[in-house]
């Protein structure tokens, strides 16, 4: 493997934290500290969520004030600006997030679309906001999705309310597109998402023409995903327009194995992670193989990923600022891979999930679960962030 240092350092706590005073390097040291834990965390999940929910006095303050601090920008667009900045002043740019979940009436359907058109006009009227994320479990209720998903006949009804999903999604792009901004489109669970699929397909088609505003999300631990990639490449040689890919590992898995064990069906995901990090850089060399039509992402929080997809930019004396070659990590972690790619000159970006404290409980809930594995990729934070501590305690 070539010298890391050319491309980038990992290991650079002082540039990774350079942002964050003493006082947040603390809170965030004792915060991961906290998450290592995890009995600690099953239940202080389980209690917060619950006491947030029924309004428990200073459990919203106190959500607030830890978790939530960390991993998401604001309860609104407004309240998130001050996060946004201050990335940009480390030339970080924001994905926009809204995080609510489990929305299902058609009213809710309607306020979540009307929230995503407010996050894309917020975004074009900012220079370090490129993108919006959403998910279409956002648009409409998950059974639905199923129903579409099992190919029956519809009632006119269900016919009804598709269209509106259709609709929902279609009304978003346009905007982005108008707006002169990305849209990220989530991949969500197996079982609802070949409709999904559908609806991003369509999406490109229309609004990819020009250049790339609708991206597709390739969940890489899928057996299938690096087929299908390729399949959505040659279909857009053959239709005129580009593709945009977003490559994630995965946020389903247990869910998925599960299922297909309960349902009595094989798993579609890959046996081990040796397999899905061969097909996530397989789909990175893809991506990077055929950059003038196909704009990517890599949004992870893998480091290998992310030095593989450096050193291929390096290799290949691509510009590191290519629109089409891109980073992405979650607000609040990997700041080491993200800060140090943003000052070695690589397009990166945050995921800035925004949203009230009772509405994004679920996303705090995956974020902490997260963290609770030590060796894995998100166990890295505590460490760095007392690597940096004990480096600026040397100083004094």
Partial sequence: MADSNKYVDFSDTQTAFASKSAKELTKSLWLFRLMS?????????????????????????????TIFDQFVGGESLTESQSSIEKLWKSRILSVLDYGAEGKTTEKDLDDARDQFIRSALFAAASESVPVVSIKVSALAQNELLEEVQR??????????????????????????????IKIFIDAEETWIQEPIDRLVEDMMQQYNKDGVVVYQTFQMYRKDRYGYLIQLYESAKTKGHKL???????????????????????????????????????????????????????ATHNMQSCLYQAELIGKRNLPRNHPHL?????????????????????NVAKYVVYGKVAEVVPYLSRRAAENTATQGEFGREYQLLLTESNRRKGKR
């Fill in 37 to 65: 834990n995890s009995t600690l965390v099953d239940i202080a999940t389980k209690l917060g969520g619950w006491a947030v929910r029924w309004n428990f006095p200073l459990a919203k303050m106190l959500v607030k004030k």
């Fill in 244 to 298: 945009g890919a977003k490559l994630v590992r995965g946020a389903y898995m247990e869910k998925e194995r599960d299922r297909a064990e309960e349902e009595q069906y094989p798993s579609p995901i890959h046996e081990t992670k040796a397999e899905v990090d061969a097909d996530f850089d397989r789909a990175i060399l893809f991506c990077i193989d055929h950059y003038e039509e196909i704009a990517s992402c890599a």
């Fill in 151 to 180: 190919g029956g006949k519809l009632t006119s009804e269900a016919q009804q309310r598709y269209a509106r999903v259709k609709e929902r999604v279609n009304q978003i792009c346009q905007e982005a597109y108008e707006q002169g």
């Fill in 326 to 346: 891109n980073f992405c990590q979650l607000y609040g972690m990997s700041d080491h891979i993200t800060f140090n790619l943003a000052a070695n000159g690589y």
